[in-house]
């Protein structure tokens, strides 16, 4: 098809009519779009947004046992490369901005934390990795823990 | 004077991918959460949303691509004839190094060491490139030994024809599995598959050594076509990646400049991530039209090569690309006929 088209039109024309169609259309498809595809899910309007909110409790370890509580959203431990765009899926969880885990059910033990105070962060995923948003923005929680300094021995 | 335009031009070529700032990437997963969740928020730039704009940048991109390719109407006869030498060897040369960059990518994807930011190295084997990963297909696991054997007999370049026949099969199979996610890959696969198989194995090669090389070596017309039809995946391929992830998701191109403290030479990031976009649309269209086709090549090395630097990625992750872009920058548009291998030719092998 392009070689016919190049035939009939001359390699300039084409390019040239390509790129202008491009600049034409791109206007109207980024004022429709939301936050970038490959990033993000974006859960329809028409549904209520899931919402996730943490319960914390520190053991007598000095780990930190995390319940993340979710409304309107069902956890699973399958990943697929293209997830539809429905409230399930898995996720993801940072401690002081970095990801250390990624949770396949409400509950998680996180390890290794040092003394003192950290930022846990959670944000709801889909099935394939991409942070799910709603009409509010991301779907996540964020809470400062602190994990006081056990005595030597 | 002629091979000196040439290799001005070239270089000019060049410094536009550097000074740009050209970054093929479209990987979101480079993105830290705290960029993500900016992200999340941002607005899309104005420029992306006028028309005015975009047809300015159409316009520029039109403007310096016509003058292009009027100085290889004037010129492109001329510096074929003189580069002629280069492409006669670049059928020794040029396959060896597609089939060895290639294969050194498939094996690491086979075995995990390829793995996308984020996940463990050698824990999970991908199909082909990081984000493809093969836990998220249950049942296709074979995928991985497939590709580690594929992976051997290019490095070993036995078989090679075979193997690219079996590199096109495995690049419409990803299509199948994966889905439309994999559209942005294919075309950069079933390309190098294509080039093997009209190519075979060049030099330091098992089959060389075998004799069997010569085992379906396509006619000359065929291998021509063959030719074209790699110059339209890959040019394809380029221009679906610029509309898909850049001129339709402006804020991701943004947010990973961004992330990668890209000099911009005083530009704001959507002038750049704008001028990024029309470089590899036009780069793209080019190789479609099958013009230009050394100094795209030249250019999409430099601007891979710089990403790589930027964003502290390996190269490995576009071996592929390197292979299939140092082929085009020896042969250009035509494939070489009736090369006969010369005695300096064979010692060399």
Known sequence: MPIQLCAVFGAKGVLASMMLALAMLTPYVNAASGPPRSAFLLLPETEPAPQVDLDVHVTDTGELDLMIVTTGFRFTTTCVPEAAAIPVGHAHIQVDGVKVAS????????????????????????????????AGGLIAKDMSVEIPARPMG | MIVRAFKISSLALFSVALAASASWAHEAWILTPREIEALAEAPIPALFLSQMWLL??????????LAALSAEDRFG????????????????????????????????????????????????????????????????????????????????????????????????????????????????????????????????????LLGTDALFRPGPEVQQAAWRATQILVGAGFIYLAVAFKLFQPTLIIAILDHGNVPTLGLPLPVVALIMTSVEVTSGALLVMGRLVRPMAALLIGAMTFLAVVLGETPLFHANLYGVMVFYLMVGERFPRGVQITPRMREAM
């Open chain 2, 77 to 208: 006869a001329e510096i074929d004839t003189r580069l002629r030498p280069l492409a006669s060897s670049a059928v020794e040369i040029g396959p060896t190094i597609l089939r060895i960059s290639t294969g050194l990518m498939l094996g690491l994807a086979a075995l995990g060491g390829l793995p996308r930011h984020g996940v463990e190295p050698w824990t999970t084997p991908t199909f082909l490139v990081p984000d493809m990963a093969l836990n998220l297909v249950p049942g296709w696991d074979i995928l991985a030994p497939v590709q580690f054997a594929l992976a051997l007999f290019l490095i070993l370049g036995l078989a090679v024809r075979l193997c690219g026949a079996v590199l096109f099969a495995l690049s419409v199979l990803g299509l199948a599995i994966f889905g439309a996610g994999f559209v942005a890959y294919a075309p950069h696969f079933a390309a190098p598959g294509i080039m093997l198989m009209l190519a075979g194995s060049g030099a330091a090669a098992l089959d060389r």
């Open chain 1, 103 to 134: 949770a396949y059910h409400p509950r998680m033990l996180l390890t290794g934390l040092t003394p003192g105070v950290h930022q846990i962060n959670v944000v709801l995923r889909g099935q394939d990795h991409r942070a799910l948003v709603s």
């Open chain 2, 56 to 65: 300015v940048a159409v316009a520029l991109s039109a403007g310096v691509a």
